[in-house]
């Protein structure tokens, strides 16, 4: 049996004396589409920057396809597989889509700090850079500066500087987050095709998302999952509609 | 087809590359007295030391104070090395000792930079002057290598001359510092098209997401850390070589903060503003300096000004007008800025006489006189303040106005070309 792609090991976090995160495990298998739900506060994106090394654990262990991972920096993490988005986007805004995109190739590529290699040389970080683009459909405006993009479009690209380094394990953090229906369904297309053969955890709160994307949710609430399992499990647990999906479901039919 | 796009591109590089060696090569012949040539040699060994801190500055986002370290102690290693080559212990021809800087400002870059850079920001730029103090306070301390207050002196012409040069004459080390200048530029300039390069970028600007792309930002501001004080130190070496002198001065808190002041002033988000940057800067310390002793007041005046309106220097105020001449616009702004000329030299004139007048008073045993286009005046006079004082409030008071009026004319230039591009 293969190790899980991501496993969470009785994860502690505090900040000062306030807990965060008390004691979360999880398992998250090979090519899984994992879905992170919880109320607002619930530690969601603490978790994530706790498995991605942008916080230290305070308790517990991380583990990357069978190894542990806690602890390392964040670039240490990204160099074994394991690669982020942001729920605030955060890409280089100064930089074109098609620089945007070579960031974050360059490193899987063995091109590192090199100051020997000139960059316009490199044939195979262009190719790279050229199918990413095409995959997130920004290919058009590889030219442009990555600030003035349309938000859906920064979103995007948001995904693909994610995917680009070809990380086998990827963390989304909200990726329809303020997208309007359209949008929230080609993003939707877009996070099923570029997850293919991957592992994806990814948190959302857009429940047509989730239920359409994850073979798994679990559910976390005050710092703790409550519950895990596939879809219709978690719709039809009664301590899961009372923490959080009920009142949310009342909210979409008024909408 | 992309043959096609990209060779234009390509050609225009060449050009440019070409339009400087040339500028190079015939500089000296333009400028033919020995003052100017002086000058020139000042600029080519600063265009390498402002350009190595754009590195940091510009290019990584990292305030140096004191990049003066790194080019002091490369010219200190360079003259102790010329004078060991005098000797004939050492066998180094001249031309090359640059590179005796060079790998003395790297090998210190390792050292100390391995320390500044383990910090970004505000904490970089704390350690950089602390290190900066801290250099400049030995060279004071230790007379044996740094020669005290008076420094170590030297003699270039040493030994058989190099392929017939013996780099004595003036213009002999002009083209020795030329030739330096032109082979960093290029270098530097490949450099920043590197993935380290790129990556300093990247590290500039967002720095916590290129640590998720698998960087380790410490290691890339170290690396251009690195490599931003080998050029540091060439350009000590040319700086040895040109004044066959170097002094506690060579690593001072002044040369570092000149350093910034020219990078600035030049424009670090573009990688040829040091090089104009440089120019401008070597005019005010060499040659402003031997017509007025408030030179410093003038540039530090000028650094503030270009700090407030034009923080992209001087490159950006010229870059900014390529659209609108390409738009063939340029002409509705011609009278716009002329206005606007007049009106600033007027409200500098202005300046310029109170100022002096200012340090005629303030100073002991000096001619209270002055003289101006043929008018003479005495600054303990009411006339000439009065004068003075109107041309410079007059000129601000124009300026304005002008201002207002380039603003205007430049907002419907721009409205003009966004529309048509959309």
């Known amino acids: 049996m293969t190790a899980p792609a991501i496993e969470l090991r009785d994860v502690h976090k505090s900040f000062g004396s306030t807990l965060i995160i008390q004691g979360v495990s999880l398992s998250v298998a090979q090519g899984e589409r994992h879905a992170i739900i919880g109320p607002n506060g619930a530690g969601k994106s603490t978790l994530y920057n706790l498995i991605s090394g942008r916080f230290p654990v305070s308790a517990g262990s991380i583990w990357l396809n069978g190894e542990d991972i806690t602890g390392l920096k964040p670039y ?14 955060n890409i280089f805004h100064n930089m074109t889509v098609y620089e945007n995109i070579r960031c974050g190739v360059l490193w899987s590529l063995g091109y ?37 993009l349309t938000y859906a479009e920064q979103r995007a690209l948001e995904i693909g500087v994610t995917i680009a380094g070809g990380a086998g394990a990827i963390l989304l953090d909200e990726p329809t987050a303020g997208m309007s229906r359209s949008e929230t369904a080609r993003a939707v297309e877009l996070v099923r095709s570029i997850t293919e053969g991957r592992t994806l955890i990814m948190v959302e709160h857009d429940m047509g998302v989730v239920f359409d994307l994850a073979d798994r949710i679990s559910v976390l609430v005050y710092g703790e999952i409550i519950a895990t399992g596939k879809p219709e499990e978690i719709r039809a647990n009664p301590s899961v509609q009372e923490a959080y999906l009920g009142g949310l479901h009342k909210k979409d039919g008024h909408a | 087809m992309d043959t096609l796009k990209f060779s234009p591109i390509n050609l225009g590089r060449w050009i440019l590359w070409g339009g400087t060696a040339l500028v190079f ?14 000058m020139l040699t000042q600029m080519g060994a600063f265009i390498i030391f402002a350009l190595s801190y754009n590195m940091l500055l510009g290019q990584s986002g990292m305030l140096s104070f004191g990049h003066a370290v790194y080019s002091g102690l490369g010219a200190y290693m360079a003259v102790h090395a010329l004078n060991l080559a005098a000797k004939g212990v050492l066998p180094i021809p001249l031309p090359l000792l640059p590179l005796v800087g060079g790998f003395a400002g790297l090998i210190f870059g390792v ?22 103090e801290m250099v400049f306070a030995c060279a004071l301390m230790f007379p044996g290598f740094f020669g005290g207050e008076a420094g170590i002196s030297t003699n270039r012409v040493i030994g058989k001359p190099f392929l017939g040069l013996t780099f004595g004459p003036a213009l002999q080390v002009y083209y020795l510092v030329a030739a330096w200048c032109f082979l960093c530029m290029a ?51 040319l700086s040895c070589i040109n004044f066959e002198i170097v002094s506690a001065e060579n690593v001072s808190a002044i040369r570092s903060g000149g350093v910034l002041l020219a990078t600035f002033i030049g424009g670090i988000p573009f990688f040829f503003g040091p090089i ?107 006339a000439p303040w009065a ?36």
């Open chain 2, 25 to 38: 090569l015939v500089a000296p012949h333009i400028f033919t007295n020995s003052f100017a040539l002086t």
């Open chain 2, 111 to 132: 050292i100390f930079g391995y320390v500044t850079t383990r910090k970004s920001g505000t904490t970089f730029a704390m350690i950089s002057l602390g290190i900066g």
């Open chain 1, 76 to 89: 240490e993490i990204n160099r074994k597989g394991l690669s982020r988005s942001f729920q605030v986007t």
């Open chain 2, 387 to 422: 004068v003075f004082g109107l041309l410079l409030g007059g000129g601000l008071v124009a300026l304005r106005y002008a201002a207002r009026l380039v603003g205007e004319r430049w907002g419907t230039i721009q409205a003009g070309l966004q529309g048509r591009a959309a």
């Open chain 2, 187 to 237: 270098a530097m300039f490949a450099l920043t098209q590197t993935p380290l390069g790129r990556m300093a970028n990247a590290v500039r600007d967002n720095p916590e997401r290129t640590e998720f792309v698998g960087y380790n930002t410490q290691h890339v501001r170290f690396l251009q850390m690195v490599l931003a004080s080998f050029f540091a130190g060439v350009s000590g070496g």
């Open chain 2, 276 to 382: 104009i940057g440089s120019v401008v800067f070597i005019i005010f310390v060499v040659a402003l300096s031997g017509f007025t002793k408030a030179w410093l007041l003038y540039l530090g005046l000028f650094f503030l000004a270009m700090v407030l309106y034009a923080p992209g220097g001087l490159a950006s105020l010229l870059l900014m007008q390529i659209p609108v001449i390409r738009a063939r616009r340029f002409g509705e702004l011609a009278v716009p800025y002329l206005l606007a000329g007049c009106a600033a030299l007027m409200a500098l004139a202005g300046l310029i006489g109170i100022v002096e007048m200012v340090y005629r008073l303030s100073e002991q045993g000096v001619s209270t006189v002055l003289t101006v286009l043929g008018w003479s005046f005495d600054a303990n006079s009411a």
């Open chain 1, 112 to 148: 590192r700090y090199s100051f020997w290699h000139r960059m316009n040389g490199l044939a195979e970080v262009r190719r790279r850079a050229e199918e990413v683009m095409e995959k997130i459909g920004l290919e058009k405006r590889r030219g442009m500066l990555a600030g003035v």
